[in-house]
């Protein structure tokens, strides 16, 4: 049966891992174990039951847990997906020495110029922009730089 509307939950549970920690002697630290469920439901697609397991070695509550789930996710939505969405990070293929963290500084650096230009559009739009026209390249390397001479 396909939806029409789109419906999203998550819950997120943590407990304390003593027991655990006994039966894994390389990971003397270990403190908490955590699952996080989401279920999602799209329009036009099936239902889905996600689990994500967390190890930590801090000894965190449920209520804590939860928040650093959340806070992992929130740095994953707001620049690795971003930087995957705009620039295609996870397709790239480079990784002879240093060159895949390299190219990581040039994604981001580029990544934070264009969000300090202010012309409303998307990135990729800005990005693509930049590439065909060398005057709106110019307005990105500007607002990217002055933001560095400022501090």
Known sequence: MKYKFNLIIHAEYGLPA???????PDWPKLKTVGVSMGYRQEKGKEPSLEHRYYISSAELTEEQFSEAVRAHW????SLHWVLDLSMNEDRCQIYKDNSAENWGILRQTSLNMLRKEKTKASIPTKRKRAWMKTDYLEKVLKAGLTEVNKT
């Open 18 to 24: 003593k027991e655990v920690a006994k039966k894994f």
């Open 74 to 77: 929130a740095v994953e939505n």
